[in-house]
């Protein structure tokens, strides 16, 4: 059985930092991973979406990486802004498993002035 | 872009009422979502449908029900509110399956 872990759950850096934010998923069988942002009490954004063929996308500040073999995805953010401050969770898609998305529980960010 | 509305940011119901959330999405997309998010727990996926008037169980089906009579349209219905049915609740749609979700902004149902 598929399960995404996210470590840490809650992060605090100063404005500037870069940061990498982790995910990893027991089974290496997926079709694709995706980031999104939640903003507190609100819905989900889409941030970024790795195909299981390809090792990385970048969107602005934002760049993820797929480690299939390892199990692993990784959000790195350049110079973090207090706007950056949201909870962070990452999902995959298996291959063979209804293509329902499995969840991790998200990472707390927040980025200080 | 796409958006995705919810009918109510916040509800409040009392034990045994029926209620209804309403989800639209006005990009034509075939595929939507119900889910529920509660702390600890995060994002459980209740029901989804991939056309008009079909339908399929999540992982948490028990307790609600599921109406799509248009496409751009999908309900979900709590027949019998219970407390342990207070959460957040968020709607989603793909235009295929699988594919980037867009989430509408949540409804936070409260049951007494």
């Known amino acids: 059985k598929q399960e995404v872990t996210q470590i840490p759950a809650a992060l605090s850096v100063p404005e500037g930092e870069n940061l990498v934010l982790n995910c990893s998923f027991t089974d290496s069988a997926i079709y694709n991973l995706q980031w999104f942002r939640q903003d507190p009490g609100k819905g989900l954004t889409s941030l970024l979406l790795?195909?299981?063929s390809q090792r990385e996308q970048t969107s602005g500040r934002l760049n993820a990486s797929l480690d299939k073999s390892s199990g692993r995805s990784t959000l790195y953010i350049a110079a973090s802004q207090p706007g950056d401050s949201a909870t962070y969770l990452c999902a995959v898609i298996g291959r063979g498993n209804n293509r329902k998305l499995i969840w991790g529980l998200g990472t707390s960010l927040g980025v200080n002035p | 872009d796409v958006k995705v509305t919810q009918s109510s940011r916040y509800l409040v119901k009392r034990t045994g009422e029926k209620v209804f959330l309403e989800c639209v999405q006005d990009?034509?997309?075939?595929?939507m979502f119900w889910y529920r998010q509660d702390p600890g727990l995060g994002l459980r996926l209740i029901y989804f449908?991939?056309?008009?008037?079909?339908?399929e169980k999540g992982d948490i089906p028990e307790g609600y029900s599921v109406s799509r009579e248009k496409k751009e349209r999908f309900s979900l219905i709590l027949e019998s509110a219970s407390t342990n049915q207070t959460s957040m609740y968020l709607c989603?749609?793909?235009?295929?399956?699988?594919?980037?979700?867009?989430f509408g902004p949540g409804t936070r149902l409260t049951v007494l």
């Open positions: 790795i195909q299981s």
């Open positions: 989603a749609s793909s235009l295929w399956n699988p594919d980037t979700q867009y």
């Open positions: 449908s991939y056309d008009v008037k079909m339908k």
């Open positions: 990009m034509d997309h075939e595929n």
